[in-house]
């Protein structure tokens, strides 16, 4: 038993957590859907994270910015001029290709290690595609363009006219919407420095080679927080939020063997940044990047002061001192943590192996699975009794409802969809008072990982699942 991306995409496709985007007029490039249990679990995903980051935290406050910016915003970012994807193409069989990718590819081909790609200029790479005979995956000839940069943010206009003057982007990150509001957040909250702020929200990116199901989308979501602190506190904060963001991870039953945490040497930092960590994930196609931390300096804040005119220095009363705060940043996808939580959950459990029985799991977090509860009525003539008790659990939870099929099958596909609790309701619960069977007025809770089964009172059942279901 293996976890196979061909499986998981299968379940996501076949359970209504993932569809393929547009399917119906033959679809859209690697864009995706989120049916009716992927809308749960990845609402579930940013919930988890407001909570922990701005709820359960002392520092933090949340933004809901604007998609279109200001188009100075993004040169003052640095992303009209730099966030460029080297684009190389193969001259014979016209594919194209990233070439920072095409020469990382060859060196995990070829088990080279000590070659920066990230740190490499265009020319760089040509040099050393030439120099190493790198050939195109497509063909496998060596015959390419020369490299062109290619500036991944979407371009749009606003307004009813199509001139430059009305052009706008939309955003690549969330990030930038956060240092643009620091002076009225920090004025409107009365925060002191520290303080962070927390956004979650769209972001779009025309990637050159997107794939691998939701790991990498064009359109996708970041839950990002800017935390604002006095230069020279950045390490430890940096340390502080390092930890914090593992500890999150480690709270929803990330393992820390599908987990590595890769720090940036100092040949690999961006030039404005003084510490960087990279989490990773041990996704079935390889390693990739979860979360992004970084201390990005004054950077950000210094470019905008430029740009606009506008002060945003802090002053500190106590210190009776004016500073420009340094900010940390950890930047994560709500798609790519919603990836790595389904991997994470996938498991075939053999059950019976004389009868090669084997069920599939989705070990979710109560936290994290798309319903918390599914009610099973053991015959339709139950619905009534049954219906009332989703009603009731439903205040609550996210309750399923299925009375069709041997009630072995529901459990079945319960399991597949990661719902943690099965309440069943049988002839018992409800008695019969022409045979003279009193009802019990209980119902039998099944764990899905368990599959251990307890009858209890109805009355006890709210209190019981709030236990077991806390975050
Ligand atoms: P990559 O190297 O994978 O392109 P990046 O270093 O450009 O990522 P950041 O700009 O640091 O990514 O973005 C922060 C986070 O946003 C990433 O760690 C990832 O979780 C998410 N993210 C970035 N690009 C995408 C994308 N195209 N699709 C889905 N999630 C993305």
Known sequence: QQKTMEKIVALCKGRGFVFPGSEIYGGLANSWDYGPLGVEMKNNVKRAWMK????????????????????EVWKASGHVATFNDPLIDCKACKMRHRADKLVEDFNAENNITDVNVESMTSEDLVNYINEKGVVCSGCGKHDFTDIRKFNL??????????ESSNEVYLRPETAQGIFVNFPAIQRTTRRKIPFGVCQVGKSFRNEITPGNFIFRIREFEQME???????????????????????????????????????????????????????????????GELWGIADRTDYDLTQHMEHSG??????????????????????????????????????????????????????FHPAIAPFKVAVLPLSKKLGEKAMEIQDMLSKDWMVDYDETGSIGKRYRREDEIGTPYCVTVDFQTVGN???????????????????????MPISELRSYLAEKLAY
């Open 153 to 162: 943010m979407f371009k749009t206009h606003q307004g009813v006219t199509e």
């Open 225 to 287: 927080l800017e935390f604002f602190c006095e230069p020279g506190t950045d390490l430890e904060w940096f340390a502080y939020w390092r930890a914090y963001c593992h500890d999150w991870l480690k709270g929803l039953n990330v393992s820390d063997e599908n987990l590595r945490l890769r720090d940036h040497d100092a040949e690999e930092l961006s030039f404005y940044s003084k510490a960087t960590t990279d989490f990773e994930y041990r996704f079935p196609f390889g390693w």
């Open 433 to 455: 008072e022409e045979k003279g069977e009193v009802a019990d007025h209980c119902v039998t809770v099944r764990d899905r990982d368990t599959m251990e089964q307890v009858r």
């Open 310 to 363: 506008k002060d945003l220095s802090y002053f500190d009363q106590e210190k009776n001192q004016r500073y420009t705060p340094y900010v940390i940043e950890p930047s994560l996808g709500a798609d790519r943590m919603t990836l790595a939580l389904l991997v994470e959950a996938y498991d075939e459990e053999v059950v019976d192996e004389a009868k090669n029985d084997v069920r599939t799991v989705m070990r």
């Open 52 to 71: 922990k980051f701005v709820q359960e935290n002392r520092y933090n406050v949340g933004l809901d910015s604007a998609i279109l910016m200001n188009s």
